[in-house]
């Protein structure tokens, strides 16, 4: 499995987008604050967002299922990096419409990439060695977790704002969301060859 180009671009994907999205969450009560929001809406904020992700989960699949797992997976990445520029738009407690776009945008699409990968993965891998060609790939999610935490810190310490974190974040969602649709585009050009 390693050998193969699928492998990789799935661990691309999940390593990718682990960097534009946890670059970005362990920052963003902070950067509401600094924006003017009161901590516990903030915090609030956020934890919309988290309650968001398993609707987004069961959405943006049952998408795949029916206009395909291209439209889906661009949809999904659309929505993320249209949350994130809703909260780089963010310029206090006026700009709700804003808050709220990045909490409904963002916390639907979070968690909505991670079943797309399994369903990917399990069409090609399938087999005896399954659990430990899925469990590598999953490992560059956990890679990208920490390294995208760390990037986000980084950058927000090295210009002092936040204008630099979003930017890494949509970088990383941007590199992530490549090799998925080109994943989702082999294996609907496999299915077509089949039928």
Excluded: K
């Excluded at 691309?12 to 009560?29: D, E, H, K, M, N």
């Excluded at 609707?55 to 797992?69: C, E, K, P, S, T």
């Excluded at 204008?163 to 590199?175: D, E, H, R, W």
């Amino acid at each position: 499995a390693m050998r193969t180009v699928p492998f990789w671009n799935l661990c691309a994907t999940f390593c990718f987008t682990s960097i534009g999205i946890y670059s970005l969450t362990p920052q963003t009560v902070a950067y509401l604050i600094e924006q003017g929001l009161a901590p516990l809406d903030a915090a609030s904020a956020v934890g919309v967002t988290g309650l968001l992700m398993p609707i987004g989960m069961i959405g943006f699949n049952w998408l795949a299922d029916r206009g395909g797992r291209i439209l889906s997976a661009m949809a999904s990445y659309g929505c993320t990096m249209l949350g994130v520029g809703a909260l780089l738009a963010f310029s206090g407690p006026q700009d709700f419409w804003l808050l709220a776009a990045f909490v409904v945008l963002f916390g639907i699409s979070m968690g909505s990439r991670g079943p797309m990968i399994s369903t990917l993965a399990t069409m090609r891998f399938r087999g005896p060695h399954f659990g430990r060609i899925y469990g590598s790939i999953t490992l560059a999610m956990g890679i990208g977790g920490a390294l995208g935490a760390w990037l986000g810190g980084v950058a927000h310490d090295l210009t002092n704002g936040y204008t630099a974190v979003m930017a890494g974040s949509l970088g990383g969602l941007l590199l992530g969301g490549v090799p998925l649709v080109t994943e989702a585009r082999r294996q609907t050009r496999i299915e077509a060859r089949q039928t």
